[in-house]
């Protein structure tokens, strides 16, 4: 059974979970813009505890059950977003922990690992971004993601099967076509979802967050091993983003997820598992 714990940094009250033994590889999940913890999938978190990590997931603040702000009330940064990765460290007991951050958890990772290398073993780097440094323009979100982000202007939030449908079409925007869209699925985790928020709306204040430092090209200072995952068909950060940050960082891993989107499908399960496996074991020179 997960391990539930409510971990404060300042003000700011953080829902996690741990899975496995405290013994282990300990190994942190963050998750990117407007997701919860929920989008680890509790089954992803029980196969990387079962091969031997001890894995902690948490809501990001203004999601889940962690403190949540008012819609449009953006007073963080991602550097604040790191303080809380390190605030579930901290409530975990682990002086240093990998780390591994999907979306705008790659991000948040990045700067995790430059502001306080001695505390980050290792980054694994999923559906992400470089924090700057490369040579030229990297592509950037799909226009028919921009055409349906654009109708959450209108959506009346009060409407839960509106709000339903409307997440459930990003989900499925988000998937690539290498497996079938598992809609039942993704309902229930949405559902889940709305059902854990203290307002579903602050979730999307994530837009609106930025750096408070200008980190542009540090990626080349970061002096942890890194692990790149990206999927060939990620509609929101597309894969010449991942190939970007195997290039610049040295050493850099890239393991390609075909047909796969900007998603954690049940059918990748498996190959993220073991990458993620072979390369922490690999640090400890097992």
């Known amino acids: 059974m997960p391990q539930d714990k409510?971990?404060?940094?300042?003000?700011?009250?953080?829902?996690?979970?741990?899975?496995?033994?405290?013994?282990?590889?300990?190994?942190?999940?963050?998750?990117?813009?407007?997701?919860s913890m929920l989008w680890w999938p509790e089954a992803l978190c029980a196969?990387?505890?079962?091969?031997?990590?001890?894995?902690?997931?948490?809501?990001?603040?203004?999601?889940?059950?962690?403190?949540?702000?008012?819609?449009?009330?953006v007073a963080y940064s991602v550097e604040?977003?790191?303080?809380?990765?390190?605030?579930?460290?901290?409530?975990?007991?682990?002086?240093?922990?990998?780390?591994?951050?999907?979306?705008?958890?790659?991000?948040?990772?990045q700067v995790a690992a430059l502001q306080r290398p001695q505390r980050v073993r290792s980054l694994t780097l999923i559906g992400s971004e470089p924090l700057g440094g490369a040579d030229e323009p990297l592509p950037e979100i799909s226009t028919?993601?921009?055409?349906?982000?654009?109708?959450?202007?209108?959506l009346d939030w009060s409407d839960r099967d509106a709000v339903c449908d409307l997440l459930l079409e990003s989900a499925r925007l988000c998937?690539?076509?290498?497996?079938?869209?598992?809609?039942?699925?993704?309902?229930?985790?949405?559902?889940?979802?709305?059902?854990r928020a203290a307002d579903i709306r602050s979730a999307f204040n994530h837009g609106m967050v930025s750096t408070r430092e200008n980190w542009d090209g540090r990626i080349l200072d970061i002096a942890c091993p890194v692990l790149v995952i990206?999927?060939?068909?990620?509609?929101?950060?597309?894969?010449?983003?991942?190939?970007?940050?195997a290039r610049l960082v040295p050493g850099a891993k890239l393991s390609i997820l075909e047909g796969s989107g900007h998603e954690l499908h049940t059918r990748d399960f498996e190959q993220i598992v073991c990458e993620m496996t072979r390369f922490i074991v690999g640090q400890r020179g097992d």
């Open 6 to 35: 409510m971990i404060s940094n300042g003000a700011i009250q953080i829902a996690a979970q741990g899975f496995g033994s405290p013994g282990n590889e300990p190994v942190v999940l963050v998750m990117g813009a407007t997701a």
């Open 47 to 73: 196969m990387l505890a079962e091969a031997g990590h001890y894995v902690i997931r948490y809501d990001n603040r203004d999601t889940g059950r962690s403190t949540t702000g008012q819609p449009g009330d």
């Open 80 to 109: 604040d977003m790191a303080g809380d990765l390190f605030a579930v460290m901290d409530g975990f007991g682990l002086p240093t922990a990998h780390v591994a951050g999907m979306s705008l958890g790659g991000l948040i990772g």
């Open 144 to 154: 028919r993601f921009l055409e349906h982000f654009a109708r959450f202007a209108n």
């Open 175 to 195: 998937a690539g076509s290498g497996h079938a869209f598992d809609k039942a699925a993704a309902r229930v985790r949405i559902e889940a979802e709305i059902d």
């Open 230 to 245: 990206h999927g060939d068909e990620d509609p929101i950060l597309p894969l010449p983003n991942g190939e970007a940050i």
